[in-house]
């Protein structure tokens, strides 16, 4: 005989309700159980506030950027708080932000982009010459090199904010990149080109031309209007996929090479030192990663009972295929359910009923892309790279539930 959960019926989807709501039947012990109404709250009998041009959160919403400078308050970065992230996009003002000098204030009036070097027809565009150009519109995440640093240990970062906030997803609109290209004319021979940005610091990085054929934007948009000054108003470089760094903000200038020229930003920092000694240059895509923003690092489940695991993942190669979750210290391993739209280079959502059985738990989430690359552990990423560099971390995150519904980064 069937049982209800396992009703012979053909469509796979009503199976499925079927049993997910096995799973939550008698669980929400959390909830009150009620048979009188609740009060008539005092805001329904009187008007609300005025219309107002532009929108702000409500003041009962509290998630900040975590802030991280040095003695220079201009220089250094701010975290996205990714606990408190729904769906896939980043608020615009919850983007982490990386300046090396500073958040430039520029007049789009007075902005300039150059493109010359190995090309036909050197030119200056303004703004104005940028927006009338052919446009798109896509998701992309961006994350610094130097996201996850933390997680090499021996000691970790306590919260996923800390530990992870230095990568968020965004919608970039711009023009793509092959279109002004080709407005300059590329010169046979051109292999590179660098880009600058007009900060003081000239963040400068050397790009195969190649990676520019397809999908890299000059962007002045950002989920819907201008791209905000942190993110690099009112022109950036979007490298969909490529660390953080090349993905110029403030670009100023576009030079097409014949090779990389090897700038401060592509030697002295951003390349990875190995084991050996010897040092990774140019080590551009950001590798598949996946981290469980709830319940993480920091957080307290409220007693045993049903909770929904969530979290995020991406990968610098392409689409998230799968992301694997394991509540048993990794012993056995259940498929998360991955919202759509799973786009490339773009965070994806993963979600997981789970039932707490107040037991201390370990929780860790594994991802795999589009070209089947599955996310290490942290020993297998260290037995590949040693532990000299800070970048390109990208191993499992494991967070520890104890019996006290306490979570923590181990
Ligand atoms: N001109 C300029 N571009 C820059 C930087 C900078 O300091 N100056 N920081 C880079 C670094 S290290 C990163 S990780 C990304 C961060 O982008 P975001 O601040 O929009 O998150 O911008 C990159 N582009
Ligand atoms: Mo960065």
Redesign the pocket.
Known sequence: MPTPTEAPDSRTGRRRFLRFGAALSGALTACKTTNTAPAEPAETSSLGKPLTAYGERSPFEKPERLVVSGKNPEIGATRTPLQNSYGIITPSSL???????GVPQIDPAAHRLLIHGMVERPLIFTMDDILRLPSVSRIHF?E??GNSGSEWGPKTAPDVQRAHG?A?CSEWTGVPLPILLAEAGVKPGASWLIAE???A?H?SRSVPLKRVADDVLVAYGQNGEAIRP???YPLRLVIPGFE??T????LRRIKVVGEPVMTKDETSKYTDLMADGTARQFTFEMEGKSVITFPSGGQKLAGAGLYEIAGLAWSGRGRIERVEISTDDGKTWQNAKLDEPRLRMAFTRFRLPWKWDGQPSSLQSRSTDETGYVQPAREALVAVRGMNSGFHNNCITIWKVSADGGVTNV
């Not at 983007?95 to 000098?101: A, I, L, Q």
């Open positions: 983007h982490f932000e990386r300046h090396h000098s961006i610094c090199a230095l968020s940005g007009a900060d610091c963040m942190s993110q690099g953080g760094n993905n110029v903000k403030w």
